[in-house]
């Protein structure tokens, strides 16, 4: 999700709440690309558990201490790019890195900014231009107004088949203030999709930051929480769901991207930390017209602490 999210009314567990993160498992974290299911037909695939934060050394890598991945394990990570270095930015980092992927973060002010993040995972601060050079996978993850702001040509020399993932919400009210193709019911990520010339994958836009760096659990386990993935492409979104499972999560599919809208803000699956079956029945449940509460006014935006 986006690095501020306003707290919807009597539903999750509050952002401050600490992480009940287990003990890792040794499983591998397995990125490589499987068929994946059809729009509309949500469908779950299990995974590896995520290593709880802080990352401590021993706990750095696919699955086993750092040094001692297997071949399997290293054949499977990847070099990934941030844009983004705030709750959901930042805890990626960590944990990407944690899992032995090469990580390049970056933020709208700089590199020199960026120190003791790198200091204390390992990952590369770079600029944001720099960001997706090289790499296999690039995280979007900054408030959906500022996307506009992005270098017009950030994925111009991008191989096609680089896999893009937008963390984003529109929040009108506390935030973004109106944008006219969301509030006519184009997909939030759609949107964002237009802005950056390039495809995305919707995925970690519905967990709260804590709760993504602290509560992964080993596949299999009672109430793993599973979050939706949207995209258009099978194999970049076979590669996300993966991801999400590396990370201890169930990915469920959500479907094509134009389906993202019932992962929204105001879903049933928002914040709630559901299980797969639960996060399955969410999907299909959820109402796409937007409800008033994340619509934008005459007045938008205001803050989270006091929409309008």
């Known amino acids: 999700m986006s690095d501020t999210a306003p707290r919807p009314a009597r539903r999750g567990t509050g952002r401050g709440?600490?992480?009940?993160?287990?003990?890792?498992?040794?499983?591998?974290?397995?990125?490589?690309?499987?068929?994946?299911?059809?729009?509309?037909?949500?469908?779950?695939?299990?995974?590896?558990?995520?290593?709880?934060?802080?990352?401590?050394?021993?706990?750095?890598?696919?699955?086993?201490?750092?040094?001692?991945?297997?071949?399997?394990?290293?054949?499977?990570?990847?070099k990934i790019g941030i844009i983004g270095a705030g709750n959901i930015g930042g805890t990626l980092t960590r944990r990407l890195t944690a899992l032995g992927h090469e990580v390049a973060v970056a933020n709208s002010r700089g590199p020199e900014t960026l120190t003791a993040l790198a200091s204390e995972t390992g990952a590369r601060a770079v600029t944001v231009s720099e960001a997706p050079?090289?790499?296999?996978?690039?995280?979007?993850?900054?408030?959906?107004?500022?996307?506009?702001?992005?270098?017009?040509?950030?994925?111009?020399?991008?191989?096609?088949?680089?896999?893009?993932?937008?963390?984003?919400?529109?929040?009108?009210?506390?935030?973004?203030?109106?944008?006219?193709?969301?509030?006519?019911?184009?997909?939030?990520?759609?949107?964002?999709e237009r802005q950056l010339h390039h495809p995305v994958i919707k995925a970690f836009n519905n967990i709260y930051a804590q709760h993504l760096g602290g509560n992964g659990r080993p596949a299999g386990a009672a109430g793993r929480i599973a979050l939706p993935v949207a995209g258009d492409d099978p194999r970049a979104k076979t590669v996300v769901m993966d991801l999400v499972n590396a990370l201890g999560f169930d990915p469920v599919d959500t479907g094509g991207l134009d389906e993202s809208w019932r992962q929204q803000p105001g879903s049933p699956v928002y914040t709630t930390d559901k299980d797969a079956e639960g996060v399955t029945h969410g999907l299909a449940d959820a109402d796409r017209q937007r409800a008033p509460e994340w619509s934008a006014t005459s007045d938008s935006p205001g803050t989270f602490e006091a929409p309008a």
């Open 17 to 78: 709440a600490g992480p009940r993160g287990g003990a890792p498992s040794a499983a591998p974290c397995r990125l490589r690309a499987r068929p994946s299911s059809s729009d509309g037909d949500f469908r779950v695939r299990g995974g590896s558990p995520l290593l709880a934060p802080p990352a401590p050394a021993e706990h750095a890598g696919c699955g086993g201490p750092r040094g001692r991945r297997t071949r399997d394990q290293e054949e499977t990570l990847m």
């Open 133 to 192: 050079r090289g790499a296999d996978l690039v995280v979007v993850t900054i408030p959906e107004n500022r996307i506009p702001d992005l270098p017009p040509d950030l994925f111009h020399e991008a191989p096609e088949d680089l896999i893009v993932v937008d963390t984003g919400n529109y929040y009108p009210r506390q935030r973004d203030g109106r944008i006219e193709e969301i509030e006519a019911g184009l997909a939030e990520s759609r949107w964002v």
